[in-house]
Structures are given as structure tokens and as C-alpha cells.
């Protein structure tokens, strides 16, 4: 059986559902399986980073988790440190997989303040928000310097460049830089050139 398959993990997500209805656990977040669910992907993703299904419950799970337990904002923050530091040493560990590149997104999604009402850490102070995405940032730049034909780098590099510039009104680099960017998406990508240039435009970048 392939511990990866999207559809059993679909599956599984339905009957933990219905085993929580059927065992009135719905209501009673001390006796819910949010816990065992969540320990369950990081068991899956310690076998195998590639498995994107588990990262994905993993999202799914980690604001349940949080919010049954009543977090408090520094706990939230310690989660948060958490998975940025496991994604980071995965990363590391292999930089082309998409698997945990889509983890990365979701992390970084949780610190645009567009978003704050989903987020794991919803009541991020500006100067919090800033502080995280600067250091993903700069991992990202380093990262980048060793993984020169990694397209995911790159689009994370835009990506936390957008959000940085949402948060302060200002850009980490010149537009200059993220241009050259762009130019290495099509090096390595050339079959979504198109998509590349339209997001280009999207920028509005200026000469």
C-alpha cells in the first residue's frame, strides 16, 4: 500500500470524522483525535519527506490542534517556530521536492496579514510578522546560493518578497533583483514560460 495515496488519506480524514460523531468527541476537544492525528503525520513525514498527502493533513490539523487546545499567542508562536524549523531542515535535506515546498507555502501563508484570520498565530504584532518572514527570507537567499536550478527557491523568494512588501509597504531587494528572478523560473522552467511572464506583469515592476 502507498502510505502517500491522496485518497486514503481523504478516506481516513472521513472516518476519524465519523468515529469522533459517532463517540459524541465532536464537542469535547479533550477527547478529540486531533492529537493522535497530528503525532500520525509526523510519524509519516519522518518516514518519507516526499509524502505530500501527510504533509497536507498536517495542515489541515495544526490550527484544530491549536485552537482545541486554547492556545495562547506564545504558544502559537512556538509551533509555529516548530514547523519552520522542521521544514527548513527538510529543505535542506532535499531541495527539489514539491512535497515540502507546498508545507513551506503554507507556513509562509500564515504570516501574510491578509490571511490572519485562518493563520495558526492570528494575532501577529507587525514587528513579529517582519521579524519571521525577514529570517525565512534570508535561509531562502542561502539556500539559494548552493541550489542555483531549484525553480520552488525562487518562487518562495517571490513569494516572501510579496509578503514583505504587503507588510511594509516596501520591497527586501530591488525590482531589479526580483526580475532576475523571474529569468532563472524560465532558465529552469522553460515549459511555464508564459506563466513566468504573467507574473512578471502581476509585479509591475519597475525598469
Known amino acids: 500500500m502507498d502510505n502517500r495515496n491522496f485518497h486514503g488519506w481523504s478516506?481516513?480524514?472521513?472516518?476519524?470524522?465519523?468515529?469522533?460523531?459517532?463517540?459524541?468527541?465532536?464537542?469535547?476537544?479533550a477527547n478529540s483525535m486531533t492529537e493522535e492525528e497530528f503525532a500520525y503525520t509526523t510519524r509519516m513525514t519522518e518516514m518519507s519527506l516526499s509524502n505530500f498527502s501527510a504533509w497536507h493533513n498536517r495542515s489541515k490539523l495544526i490550527l484544530k490542534l491549536l485552537n482545541e487546545r486554547a492556545a495562547a499567542h506564545e504558544e502559537r508562536k512556538k509551533y509555529l517556530n516548530h514547523e519552520l524549523g522542521l521544514i527548513q531542515r527538510a529543505l535542506y535535506a532535499d531541495p527539489d521536492d514539491a512535497s515540502i515546498w507546498s508545507y513551506h507555502q503554507y507556513l509562509i501563508g500564515n504570516l501574510d496579514p491578509n490571511f490572519s484570520s485562518t493563520s495558526m498565530v492570528p494575532d501577529l504584532t507587525p514587528q513579529e510578522r517582519l521579524a519571521y518572514l525577514h529570517h525565512e527570507f534570508e535561509n531562502l537567499r542561502e539556500l539559494q546560493e548552493e541550489e542555483t536550478d531549484c525553480k520552488w527557491i525562487y518562487q518562495s523568494l517571490i513569494q516572501l518578497a510579496r509578503t514583505l512588501n504587503v507588510v511594509s509597504h516596501e520591497w527586501p531587494v530591488d525590482h531589479f533583483r526580483v526580475r532576475l528572478w523571474i529569468r532563472e523560473l524560465r532558465r529552469v522552467d522553460p515549459l511555464r514560460i508564459e506563466r513566468w511572464n504573467d507574473l512578471e506583469r502581476k509585479l509591475e515592476l519597475s525598469p
Not at 478516506?11 to 476537544?29: M, Q, T
Open 11 to 29: 478516506y481516513r480524514r472521513k472516518i476519524v470524522s465519523a468515529l469522533e460523531i459517532k463517540f459524541g468527541k465532536l464537542d469535547a476537544a
